[in-house]
């Protein structure tokens, strides 16, 4: 049986305000919560038992997921009081694990969607003998992420997180935030102090001789950390681009969840997604976003690549593109909201109040 930890436990700041009511994993894509899709690639690679590794707003997860029994899965939640980060949480997470000293354990970001083929990446990682085995993936811009040069075989030479001088950027493979661990490294993680796994545990084995192994894929690959690459998950996951046994329906243009009403002449498309008792008036456009469970969006509103929050509304003719409400905000008709704008939760914009000049 293979057992995976997904470390679920971060502020998600750079998504806010969608992450100010719900943790990000918990933020809808493609009308489920963005976990349930990790769950479901998790399970359909061979994984039976997952650890949630908690801290920020940790009391929703369990209340959704349960026993994990209707996503074909064991689940267990592990809390931190206090946020440990990425190796402290997965340290917490590997009291329960029932995995064997040489067992391979899955590690996962909670904020990743990929195409990844997880069962190669075991059957590389016994292949290599490796200690730890890490998902690598290739950026144009890699200065977000951890860097990992690795030699001709594939061994890691170095783990660089967030590069901040030039010279560093010493190659576009960067950590894709999927790990297979060999069980008894886990446990040589400090207990009880915040560890990162990016900083402190990966230079630490290198440092030490361990075997690090890295497999460059070219699956779809994309860290939702902030709105506009969200946004884009669920349109992916929508339009079938990236493949997920949790999406509530077939794959298509758009996606409508029951409950929701959507009048003749509106027109969606674009993988966008509308949540359940949500409204999309006669006349209104939206074109690749995200419109979760009840709010509206009224007529002739032209909304693209953006996410309008639960209980938003948006007001007739106003246009959003690349925007983010926040849930229950009210934007007025006749709006222009362009390029990063953010309203925050339960904020009233009025009609015509705002306009957008890109000079
Ligand atoms: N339980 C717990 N506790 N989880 C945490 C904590 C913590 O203290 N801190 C972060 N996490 C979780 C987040 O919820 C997320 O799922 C994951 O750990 C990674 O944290 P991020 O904050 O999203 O990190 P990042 O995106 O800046 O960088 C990481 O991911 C990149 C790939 O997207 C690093 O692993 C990089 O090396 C990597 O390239
Ligand atoms: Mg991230």
């Not at 006349?283 to 929050?309: I, N, P, W, Y």
């Amino acid at each position: 049986m293979t057992e995976a930890v997904l470390l679920v436990g971060g502020k998600g700041t750079r998504l806010q305000p969608l992450t100010i009511n719900t943790p990000k994993p918990m933020v809808p894509a493609a009308g489920v919560p963005f976990l349930a899709h990790q769950l479901a690639r998790a399970r359909a690679a061979g994984v039976r038992h997952v650890v949630l590794a908690t801290c920020y707003l940790a009391e929703v997860f369990e209340p959704y997921f349960g026993d994990g029994s209707a996503h074909g899965l064991r689940l267990t939640y592990v809390t931190e009081d206090e946020p440990l980060g990425t190796g402290g949480a997965i340290r917490a997470a590997s009291d329960a694990l029932g995995a064997a000293p040489g067992d391979p354990v899955l590690v996962f970001n909670g904020d990743i969607l990929t195409g990844l083929d997880i069962r190669r990446l075991l059957h590389r990682h016994e292949q290599a003998q490796a200690d730890v085995t890490l998902h690598l993936t290739r950026v144009a811009d890699p200065r977000a992420f951890g860097l990992v040069p690795t030699d001709a075989d594939g061994r890691v030479l170095a783990f660089t997180e967030k590069p901040g001088r030039p010279e560093e950027i010493v190659t576009d493979q960067i950590n894709a935030g999927c790990y297979v661990f060999r069980r008894e490294v886990i446990d040589t993680i400090p207990a009880g102090r915040p560890v990162s796994v990016e900083r402190e545990t990966f230079p630490g084995l290198l440092a030490g001789g361990a075997r690090l192994h890295g497999v460059v894929d070219t699956a779809y690959w994309l860290d939702l950390g902030r709105p506009a690459s969200f946004v884009q998950a669920s349109a992916d996951l929508v339009r079938g681009i990236v493949r997920s046994p949790a999406v509530p329906g077939e794959t298509g243009e758009h996606l409508v969840l029951p409950g929701a009403h959507v009048e003749p002449g509106a027109r969606l498309g674009g993988g966008t997604v509308v949540g359940a008792g949500a409204h999309v008036a006669a006349g209104a456009e939206v074109e690749g976003s995200v419109v979760l469970d009840g709010a509206r969006v009224e007529a002739d509103a032209r909304v693209r690549a953006s996410m309008v929050g639960a209980g938003a509304r948006v007001g007739a003719r106003t246009v959003l593109d690349g925007v983010v409400i926040g849930d229950h905000s009210d934007v007025g008709a006749d709006n222009e909201l362009r390029e990063g704008a953010r309203v925050w939760c339960g904020m009233s914009i009025p009609d015509a109040a705002i306009r957008f000049s890109a000079v």
